[in-house]
């Protein structure tokens, strides 16, 4: 039986680590912190409970796909809910759109926006239904190895995507600012500009309006608690505040990694941290990529955060609430052209005790605030809390209503947080942004180039940042490994 040693214990990781264990790996998950889940943690204080990380619920079918491989649902651990709202977006004072949970309600509120506007989302979202069938359902599941696993049938007819972007799609016959943004929105999750974001990505936005936004009840964790659970009934071990030190080489091949300065010996080493700090970990001549390669890169946002617990209900809010009352383009320069803290932020706000009452106590409100921002930029508590004003007297305006007098407690987490915690690089939230040219093939590679038996998975390895790519990324490179050893 091989020894499989994994680094991290993100949703890649996890994922990687049942289907390994079901093909009869011996598997050890290895994770730095005390808690699993990588990312996705949880803070609990007070009688609330936050997630630290992730907070959307989207492509639910991905997560269906990935327990039906284990003869398990979702409801097998944990109890969604479809919200309606699916999330609200300010524009000015108590000046919002709520994006409704089905798409012919959603058609009617672009319609009475802008008269002839459905006609043309109805047209965008059949070519975003067709794409997302393409993508979520094959290509994202190919491994990147060649740029020929782009090459089919079906994508030789649809290359203009490629190179027309998701900005110039929207904006070609939708005129109204406010729906242009709400259309441009969901692909900030790939964590690029929607002027630097291929058109074919518009399956984001039948993610969003074909597919809906879910709350799994207490929270994203419990995603991570369901797949921790599935993984150690596979036999999966998994060993928390472990730090990896050092991953082994003998001629060109892995032989073990060094964890609190303890050797363990492993036939495979997979790592779901951050690819650059696992390369970090081995000798120089066995770096698949090196620092210029990866200062050249187009990182996704990193992100300012902040967990506050309220004692009073907040009005005027749903449990996903954006706000764009500023220039979007602005800050958005902020964070990939000319990287520093923005002027006029964008910021993004999470309610989940609007529709989970299990996260906070009664008659109160648990609020989690973030603020987009450039990776790699100076964090300092004194930045973090002229931020936070910032923010709170802006959404007071925006919502009508008091609310910083009411704070029981606020906790942050930004830069250097993310640093320290994930050995992320820059200090980034969501990986490498999806541009075209850190599309498929042209991500780091889920195999060593120079290392044997070393593999990577997560984020920065195809297909992407977000949740339902890595669990499709741990699938990924547990097929990878299935082929390179089979009959376990």
């Not at 049942?18 to 050890?28: N, P, Q, R």
């Not at 059949?126 to 069938?133: G, I, L, P, T, V």
């Not at 309610?351 to 790699?376: H, R």
């Not at 939230?429 to 541009?435: C, D, P, S």
């Amino acid at each position: 039986m091989k020894k499989i040693t994994i680094i991290g214990s993100g949703f890649s990781a996890l994922a990687a680590s049942c289907y390994l264990a079901k093909s009869g790996f011996e598997v050890t998950i290895l994770e730095k912190n005390t808690t699993v889940g990588g990312r996705a943690r949880q803070l609990i204080k007070d009688g609330f409970t936050f997630d630290i990380g992730p907070t959307w619920y989207w492509m639910p079918d991905v997560f269906e796909k990935f327990f039906a491989d284990f003869e398990k649902k979702p409801s097998d651990y944990y109890t969604l809910e479809k919200l309606n709202p699916a999330y609200e977006v300010y524009f000015d004072s108590l000046n919002s759109i709520k994006i409704p949970d089905n798409q012919t309600d959603i058609l009617s509120i672009f319609e009475n926006e802008e008269k002839g506007s459905a006609k043309h989302l109805n047209q965008f979202l059949e070519e975003a239904k067709f794409n997302y069938d393409v993508a979520i359902k094959d290509l994202v599941y190919r491994p990147g190895v060649s740029f020929t696993e782009l090459i089919t049938p079906v994508t030789i007819k649809k290359v203009n995507q490629f190179f027309t972007s998701i900005r110039t799609k929207v904006r070609k016959k939708i005129k109204s600012h406010k729906l242009r943004q709400i259309m441009e929105f969901p692909v900030l999750f790939l964590g690029a500009k929607p002027s630097d974001t291929p058109s074919f990505y518009s399956f984001m936005n039948y993610a969003d309006f074909g597919l809906g936004t879910w709350h799994p009840k207490g929270g994203m964790y419990e995603v991570i608690k369901a797949m921790v659970t599935l993984a150690v009934e596979l036999g999966v071990t998994i060993e928390t505040n472990q730090n990896v030190e050092k991953i082994n080489v003998e001629s060109g091949v892995v032989k073990s990694v060094v964890s609190n300065g303890i050797s363990i010996e492993s036939d495979i080493v997979l790592s779901g941290a951050d690819y650059h700090h696992t390369e970090t970990l081995l000798e120089k001549k066995y770096r698949g990529y090196s620092e210029k390669y990866w200062d050249s890169k187009v990182f996704a946002p990193s992100s300012l955060l902040f967990y506050v617990g309220f004692n009073k209900k907040i009005e005027n809010v749903s449990h996903h609430t954006l706000f764009f009352d500023t220039d979007f383009d602005v800050h958005a320069k902020d964070i990939y052209d000319n990287p520093k803290w923005p002027e006029k932020p964008l910021f993004y706000a999470s309610f989940p005790s609007k529709t989970d009452s299990s996260v906070a106590p009664e008659s109160t409100e648990a609020g989690i605030f973030l603020i987009p921002i450039a990776p790699g930029i100076e964090d300092t508590p004194e930045i973090r809390e002229k931020y936070f004003e910032n923010i709170i007297k802006r959404f007071e305006l925006l919502t009508n209503q008091e609310v910083s007098e009411n704070v029981i407690f606020k906790e942050s987490y930004c830069v250097n947080d993310f640093v320290n915690d994930y050995n992320s690089y820059k200090g980034n939230a969501y990986g490498l942004a999806n541009i075209l040219t850190q599309t498929a093939f042209l991500r780091p590679k889920i195999v060593s180039k120079k290392v044997e038996n070393l593999y990577f998975t997560g984020q920065l390895t195809v297909p992407g940042p977000g949740v339902p790519p890595s669990l499709i990324s741990g699938k990924i490179v547990s097929d990878l490994i299935n082929k390179k050893f089979p009959n376990q």
